[in-house]
């Protein structure tokens, strides 16, 4: 009942930046928290940083001070601007929406979008 799609991911240089997006779509209703996770090979998934609705944000400490999060309530998207990125950022990155809709609450993940910083 609710499709989100990820953008933004790719090979970037130790230092550079990368902006990833994600768009939700479908039954959504009223989303309350949108957010970002993520989880690096033989690791377990990890928060990145979550914004409510409200725009009450929380990061993950590892990525306190070089990344900032933000969303756009009337396109349904988040963003995560992610700078002075480093290696052990490399990792796969997931959306997730948390919200209720007529049909219930829900949970809900992206597919996820790779991010791999390496020189």
């Known amino acids: 009942q609710v499709q989100l799609v990820e953008s933004g991911g790719g090979l970037v240089q130790p230092g550079g930046s990368l902006r990833l997006s994600c768009a939700a779509s479908?039954?959504?209703?009223?989303?309350?928290?949108m957010g970002w996770y993520r989880q690096a090979p033989e690791k377990q998934r990890e928060l990145v940083a979550t914004i409510t609705r409200g725009d009450k944000i929380n990061f993950g400490d590892s990525v306190k001070g070089r990344f900032t999060i933000s969303r756009d309530n009337a396109r349904n998207t988040v963003y995560l601007q992610m700078n002075s990125l480093k290696p052990e950022d490399t990792a796969v990155y997931y959306c997730?929406?948390?919200?209720?809709?007529?049909?219930?609450?829900?949970?809900?993940w992206g597919q996820g979008t790779q991010v791999t910083v390496s020189s």
């Open positions: 997730n929406a948390y919200g209720t809709a007529a049909w219930g609450t829900y949970d809900y």
């Open positions: 479908g039954s959504i209703g009223s989303i309350y928290v």
